[in-house]
């Protein structure tokens, strides 16, 4: 049992802490409203279900779950409900985005431009402190901090793919002469159109063909993908160029489609640029990991 005598210590004590502007732990010499000389622990939590809102007992948060997910700030309002310089830390541990999302009306900014939410990509770490705005409609979480703890870092891998000879007409893969099975990435030549030569007064194009191939394996995120074409033709005289044309998704398949035009003897009439044999278009995909 506490006695009188240290009741009224502990009263002096805690008396003391509250007229004191400044607060030392550890130090009688505090610098700072609050001087801590050693670690610091605060609350940790880590999360792994696909939904979740902040509260009063967090601090740090790790985000761990296989899924895209959201987390949630508190609403903000006044009096009780005004966390002004409240600070979370928050991580993305997971290999899917997430999003934080400002409760209700609430908005966010990193500048002098509300938003609704911010994503962080795998591996990302967030500050987020709420500032002084009471106002539902208005930024109440400033975005003090985004970055990858990691350093950046880029994946490379290459394609050969079969240029059929100009005019092969190919439509829903309905011949496999020109797909890519070998080694781990396996591409469908889905469809080939082939487009004539022209020359006018005010045109000057060559044959041309585009090709559309499908990823026969899983699905992958085309987020920072960018491919780079070349066309290899080595032991003949001809002339192509190869043009992105784009990457899609098509039923639930990643789908590549680029163009290649044959551009010597482009001046020679509308079937001189044409090409009889099999060419090889070697495309070089590089995604930013982090």
């Known amino acids: 049992m506490i006695s009188k005598v240290n009741s009224l210590i502990i009263l002096f004590m805690l008396i003391s802490l509250s007229v004191k502007s400044q607060v ?26 696909a939904t979740s809102t902040l509260n009063v007992n967090d601090h740090h948060i790790s985000y761990t779950e296989t899924t895209v997910g959201t987390i949630t700030l508190p609403s903000i309002a006044s009096g009780t409900a005004s966390y002004n ?3 979370y830390f928050i991580k993305n541990l997971s290999s899917q985005n997430l999003t934080i999302v400002a409760s209700g009306t609430n908005k966010l900014r990193a500048d002098n431009v509300a938003l609704d939410n911010i994503i962080l990509q795998p591996g990302f770490y967030a500050e987020i402190v709420n500032n ?36 092969v007409t190919v439509t829903n893969h309905n011949t496999s002469d020109y797909d890519i099975t070998s080694g781990a990435y396996q591409w469908w ?31 992958f995120d085309l987020t920072g993908v960018h491919p780079i074409l070349l ?4 032991g003949t005289a001809a002339n192509f160029i190869a043009s992105f044309g784009g990457l899609s998704v098509v039923g639930g398949k990643v789908r590549f489609t680029f163009t290649v035009a044959r551009y010597d003897y482009i001046d020679n009439g509308s079937t001189a640029s044409q090409w009889t044999n099999t060419f090889d278009a070697i495309s070089v995909f590089t995604k930013k990991m982090y």
């Open 132 to 167: 002084t705005s009471t106002v539902s409609t208005s930024a109440t979480w400033d975005i003090s901090f985004v970055v990858l703890p990691i350093a950046q870092n880029v994946e490379v891998y290459d394609v050969n793919f079969k240029i059929p000879p100009y005019a």
């Open 24 to 49: 030392g732990i550890a130090t009688s010499n505090p610098n700072s409203m609050l001087d801590v000389r050693g670690s610091l622990q605060t609350a940790y939590r880590e999360i792994s279900t």
């Open 85 to 87: 310089g409240r600070m």
């Open 231 to 234: 066309v290899n033709t080595s």
């Open 189 to 219: 030549l889905i469809s080939t159109t082939s487009q004539a030569a022209a020359r006018t007064a005010a045109l000057v194009r060559p044959n041309r063909m585009t090709l559309v191939y499908e990823y026969q394996g899983p699905l």
